[in-house]
């Protein structure tokens, strides 16, 4: 049974920090390219990153390509979103996501398997 179990969401000020973690089980992580969607209240889930199977090329949404940085440790089969200077517009539900094809994808429905979520709220 495939499993993501995101963590490390929380409250924060604006301009603070936070890392989010998606440990993975179930599947053969390396072979999965990962991303991370998230949904605020009353939106659509929207793309944040993604990452290679490798690590090796990493996509990021622009409105949060200079404050947020995914990165993937496949020896811990665990990927991470680093948030740095994070604003109230970014509370939302984070997901993580793993893609069966293997490619990067900012398309909610090439993923197969998903998190239940962490959520982040962003104080002003």
């Known amino acids: 049974q495939v499993q993501l179990v995101e963590s490390g969401g929380g409250l924060v000020q604006a301009g603070g920090s936070l890392r989010l973690s998606c440990a993975a089980s179930?599947?053969?992580?390396?072979?999965?390219?990962m991303g991370w969607f998230r949904q605020a209240p009353g939106k659509e889930r929207e793309f944040v990153a993604a990452i290679s199977w490798t690590g090796g090329t990493t996509y990021h949404a622009d409105s949060e390509k200079d404050r947020f940085t995914i990165s993937r440790d496949n020896a811990k089969n665990t990927v991470y979103l680093q948030m740095n200077s994070l604003k109230p517009e970014d509370t939302a539900v984070y997901y993580c996501?793993?893609?069966?094809?293997?490619?990067?994808?900012?398309?909610?429905?090439?993923?197969?398997?998903w998190g239940q979520g962490t959520q982040v709220t962003v104080s002003s």
């Open positions: 179930g599947l053969t992580f390396s072979s999965y390219a």
């Open positions: 996501a793993a893609n069966a094809a293997g490619i990067i994808s900012k398309l909610s429905y090439n993923y197969r398997y």
